[in-house]
């Protein structure tokens, strides 16, 4: 079992940056996939972008030059900066993970999930 906390949203500006946090705890870390996902208010969950554990990377199209992930699995965490921030990026931001060197855009396919963290980008 992992157990993943999700930290580093809050209310930032048009234009500002953001790095959130994804550290995980319980088995090994560094066999486990994350991606983050965000859900904004009457929206369907999306993949924003994942690691896997060959590092292996994918970004959702919006976020490609503004959002870069990195692992260290010596801290057992992932993190996502965001840089850029635009008014449409404000959502619940939530981190998951998946047994496999694969990643998925699946929600169903994530094994594991945080409670979700809030990034607020206001106009």
């Known amino acids: 079992q992992v157990q993943l906390v999700e930290s580093g949203g809050e209310l930032v500006q048009v234009g500002g940056s953001l790095r959130l946090s994804c550290r995980a705890s319980g088995r090994t870390f560094d066999r486990v996939t994350i991606g983050w996902f965000r859900q904004a208010p009457g929206k369907e969950r999306e993949l924003v972008a994942a690691?896997?554990?060959?590092?292996?990377?994918y970004y959702l199209d919006s976020a490609k030059g503004r959002f870069t992930l990195s692992r260290d699995d010596g801290k057992n965490t992932v993190y996502l900066q965001m840089n850029k921030l635009e008014p449409e990026d404000t959502a619940v931001y939530y981190c998951a993970g998946r047994r496999s060197v694969n990643w998925s855009k699946l929600r169903s396919q994530y094994d594991y999930w945080g409670q979700g963290t809030q990034v607020t980008v206001s106009s």
């Open positions: 690691i896997s554990w060959a590092e292996d990377t």
